[in-house]
């Protein structure tokens, strides 16, 4: 079946460095969705990318599909203590299919 | 518009009890899905439906039963609590249609703990 893999697990930073957690899918993706859980919260849609390459950003926070459509990144500019918490990408195989969440990355921000 | 409702926020059970979860969502969406978050760790699979009485199995659905009856509900049953059933249960809509994405809106979370 399809899996969607993320790492790291886990990174702790300091407030104002940078942050970057990547998704790989074992399949070619029609689309893939990033959400948020802030601790002792539920998960939260952020984003979705669709096309092959493409980039959106949110503020200090930048997403990205791969070419291959088969991966993607979030990466965030100068933490905030206000970043904290687990980011879980979710992959969608073809339009119509159920997503597939990969395990997250647990994000803590040192002040 | 509420989204998804759960209820209880919180419980804590007997091994052996058995209790329901309760799940409703009111922005007329198709599927529903049930997850467990075990402290730390991503989101299992543990039910989901595509529309009021179908439901399917999905990678942990051991020790759980689910029934949808109306499009707005959807309950978790435990039966036969075991300490490994101890987890943070989310419930899940979405507006899942062939040429669409399963964009999914979450519930706040049942935490269940079994002694």
């Known amino acids: 079946g399809q899996q969607v893999m993320q790492i790291p697990q886990y990174q702790h930073v300091q407030e104002g460095e940078d942050f970057t957690t990547y998704c790989n899918s074992s399949?070619?993706?029609?689309?893939i969705q990033w959400y948020k859980q802030r601790p002792g919260g539920h998960p939260v849609f952020l984003i979705q990318l669709v096309k092959s390459g493409e980039v959106k950003k949110q503020k200090r926070l930048t997403f990205q599909f791969g070419e291959a459509k088969k991966n993607s990144s979030l990466h965030i500019t100068a933490t905030q203590t206000t970043d904290v918490g687990t980011y879980f990408c979710a992959g969608q195989k073809t339009s119509g299919s159920r997503l597939t969440f990969g395990e997250g990355t647990q994000l803590t921000v040192n002040p | 518009n509420a989204g998804v409702t759960q209820t209880p926020k919180f419980r804590i059970l007997k091994i052996g009890q058995s209790m329901t979860l309760q799940c409703t969502q009111d922005m007329n969406h198709n599927y529903m899905y049930w997850y467990r978050q075990d402290p730390g760790m991503g989101l299992k699979l543990i039910y989901y439906?595509?529309?009021?009485?179908?439901?399917d199995k999905g990678e942990v659905p051991n020790g759980y039963n689910v029934s949808r009856s109306t499009t707005e509900d959807f309950p978790l049953r435990l039966e036969l609590a075991a300490p490994s059933q101890t987890s943070v249960y989310f419930c899940?809509?979405?507006?899942?249609?062939?040429?669409?994405?399963?964009?999914?809106?979450f519930g706040p979370g049942t935490r269940l703990t079994v002694l």
């Open positions: 399949t070619t993706l029609s689309n």
């Open positions: 899940a809509s979405s507006l899942l249609r062939v040429t669409s994405t399963d964009t999914q809106y």
């Open positions: 439906s595509v529309g009021a009485g179908i439901t």
